[in-house]
């Protein structure tokens, strides 16, 4: 028997199928995984007439390699020096799900217990050079083919200038965005964190933080600005604000309803020592990150005041790429503290005055020609006792869930040598196996999930450019390296 | 007649001035250019060649800020580029932001 848990899970990390005060806090807390979406943009490889394999480990992001991190930091503007406007990009995923036990009463609306296929994800990019100093990477379109709706993803605009500052190289610029940590050059946090893609259709733990989870994502807005020094520290500070209720309609957000309201202004910040040696062949960073959200728990500000989250958190990341790339191992790690001082649920509902949560998780992964990338992780969620808050999915006064993550990705294109370089495809087979799942180790094996997806990811402005011209006669598409 | 002498005249410095001209090798590997600073004469030249496994695109610019594109340049193949005035230039690749050097012309 399937342990009774979140049935459906949203992009916005939110969740839903609880009742009451309990179902309201649930949502907010989050999930363990939110589900992310893939990032490497055919867009950016046309615009730098580079193959995704430059920028991404694995061909396929989002895990960046020590040129894509560059690519980034700069802004997003490296080019060819040609116009290949407008830079967009489609995505879509295909997802197919198994469950150890099957999801009584169906895993989502509309799907059956278990063995379920489904359309994870289409999404539209507009990611590239603005100007020299402006670069965009925007999702402002993302159907979750689960939820059936559609709503804003990960977006980002960079400003950045460049020079020397007392004989030392600096690179400074301003980010906006829309989800803390999405500005992050590595990948450890939530936004850019493995496993990069999640299914929606298997049950999750409910308990996340900030930093780990992406709790607040697609719900915020923030600016700030960030550093990096002679290439060795980095720093980045920036301030976010909630959206109001229509506003998150507008954006898609979903479901707005019984969620989280973020109240008030939300810091967050970044240092971080990194540095990239033996001509790029190896790369490190250990870094901290903290981040203050004040929150109306499910969104209702008729308490006093309101909880109060804050992490802090630290991160490291190694990179080992082999004298011809062909082989690279990557290894990430991520540790959270959250405390949580819990006016406002304390008021309505007599949870704990505070709570505590802390999360670690670490993974590795070794590619084969950036082409075959097994990757082994693991994670572990622990909190304090309360049987209030959590609202867990088994009713257990703790939020504690822990388990390993096995995946194997085949990426065929996104090398030099591909047969095109303005679209890519991936396939992956990920196990997640649960030894505790919501505070209970007990049948947590039988949250345990196969999951299978199959993502495309293409430029189509190059084709229809190359069509036209064939059509014209003309052979020059200006489409950037065709091979 | 004249003219024939005088045209003798400004080949043979043409000449002069080629041969007094020198040309200063860089290289691109490890997306980065070594050596990284040089000093030349004003009509020397320069030639960058890519022994990266990778496309760049040099990009000339000068201390007011103006910027002359060299095109693409795939591996294994040289650019060469004369710098006539003196002054500081600044020659970057556009694809890969780290990748910079400064010649100073005399």
Not at chain 1, 369 to 378: A, C
Not at chain 1, 442 to 448: F, G, K, L, Q, S
């Amino acid at each position: 028997m399937l342990i009774e848990g979140v049935a459906m899970e949203t992009k916005t990390g939110n969740s839903c199928r609880f009742s009451g005060f309990i179902g309201l806090v649930a949502a907010s807390v989050g999930m363990m995984f939110s589900p992310h979406v893939a990032n490497a943009t055919p867009a950016f490889a046309v615009q730098t007439s580079q193959p995704c394999s430059a920028c991404h480990v694995g061909a396929y992001g989002p895990q960046l390699t020590p040129y894509g991190r560059d690519f980034k930091l700069y802004g997003y503007v490296s080019d060819d020096g040609k116009s290949h406007f407008p830079p967009v990009a489609i995505m879509e995923r295909t997802t197919f799900t198994n469950t150890k036990d099957k999801q009584e009463g169906g895993a989502a609306s509309g799907f059956g217990d278990n063995n379920n296929i489904a359309i994870g994800e289409i999404s539209g990019f507009y990611t590239g050079k603005v100007t020299d100093n402006i670069g965009v990477y925007l999702e402002p379109f993302s159907y979750d083919g689960v939820n059936r709706t559609t709503g804003w993803a990960n977006s980002e605009i960079r400003i950045v200038h460049d020079g020397k500052l007392l004989g030392v190289d600096y690179v400074a610029g301003i980010t906006a965005n829309n989800a803390p940590t999405v500005s992050d050059l590595w990948n450890a946090t939530s936004q850019w964190g493995w496993p990069f893609d999640v299914t929606e259709l298997a049950p999750a733990p409910v308990a996340g933080t900030l930093i780990g989870d992406g709790t607040a994502q697609f719900q915020v807005v923030g600016a700030g600005a960030y550093a990096m020094l002679d290439d060795w520290v980095y720093a980045e500070a920036e301030l976010y604000h909630g959206l109001s209720a229509g506003t998150r309609n507008f954006v898609g957000d979903w479901p707005v309803t019984g969620t989280d309201t973020y109240d008030g202004v939300m810091p967050y910040w970044k240092l971080a020592l990194q540095h990239s040696f033996d001509s790029d062949h190896q790369s490190f960073e250990v870094g901290t990150m903290g981040m203050v959200a004040n929150v109306y728990p499910g969104g209702d500000d008729m308490a006093a005041s309101s909880d109060r989250k804050t992490d802090l958190a630290a991160d490291a990341n190694y990179q080992w790429f082999s004298k011809d790339n062909s082989n690279i191992i990557s290894a990430h790690a991520l540790y959270v503290h959250e405390n949580l001082d819990l006016h406002a649920s304390e008021a309505l509902a007599g949870s704990n005055p505070k709570d505590e949560l802390q999360e670690f998780k670490a993974n590795v992964s070794y590619a084969y020609k950036q082409t075959w990338i097994p990757t082994v992780g693991f994670f572990h969620t622990w909190g304090s006792t309360d049987p209030v808050y959590w609202g867990t999915s088994t009713g257990s006064a703790i939020p504690n869930s822990q388990g390993y993550i096995a995946e194997l990705t085949y990426v065929p294109w996104g090398k030099q040598d591909s047969p095109i370089q303005w679209g890519n495809v991936r396939f992956e087979l990920q196990y997640t196996d649960y030894t505790q799942f919501d505070g209970v180790g007990t049948h947590a094996e039988d949250n345990n999930t196969l999951f299978f997806n199959i993502g495309i990811f293409f430029d189509p402005v190059p084709p229809i450019r190359d069509a036209v011209n064939a059509i014209e006669g003309n052979s020059n598409s200006g489409s950037g390296q065709h091979s | 007649m004249r003219k024939m002498l005088g045209f003798a005249l400004l080949a043979s410095q043409c000449i002069v001035y080629a041969a007094n001209a020198a040309d200063v090798p860089v290289d691109q590997a490890g997306q980065k250019f070594n050596p990284d600073s040089i000093t030349v004469k004003a009509g020397d030249s320069v030639t960058f060649t890519n022994k990266d496994d990778v496309t760049h695109n040099i990009h000339v610019i000068t201390s007011g800020g103006d910027s002359e594109d060299k095109g693409l340049q795939k591996p294994g193949e040289n650019i060469k580029e004369t710098f006539a005035k003196a002054g500081d230039y600044q020659v970057r690749c556009s694809i890969h932001p780290k990748m910079k050097m400064t010649v100073t012309v005399q």
